[in-house]
């Protein structure tokens, strides 16, 4: 998989998706789907730590609908930079991989994890 490719790929699914099930996707929309996606992972997570209803999920079931619902998240969050032209490399550059070199490995240090 190609992150540079993935978003145009999302467009299509996204795109097919809304026009059979007949509604419009607008700039709210996809705000408000990532939001929804996120609300999801927060329910996987309070399931994980034992802070939410009770679905009766063992923890394998946790651990499959975690990658579900980061990958919807994910996915989501590339469809909106998508719509707005944000070249998520770029921006990742930018604001986060500007820093490595004043932080070159935390896997090495327990302390720092």
Known sequence: MDLASLPDRLERISAGYAAREGFAR??????????????????VQ???TGRGKDRGWDAEEVERRTAEEVADVLGHVLLLARRHGVDVEAAMEAKWLQWERLHPSTTEDPALL
């Open 46 to 48: 309070l399931a994980r």
């Open 26 to 43: 607008d700039d709210d929309w996809f705000l408000l789907k990532l939001v929804e996606e996120l609300g999801e992972l927060t329910q």
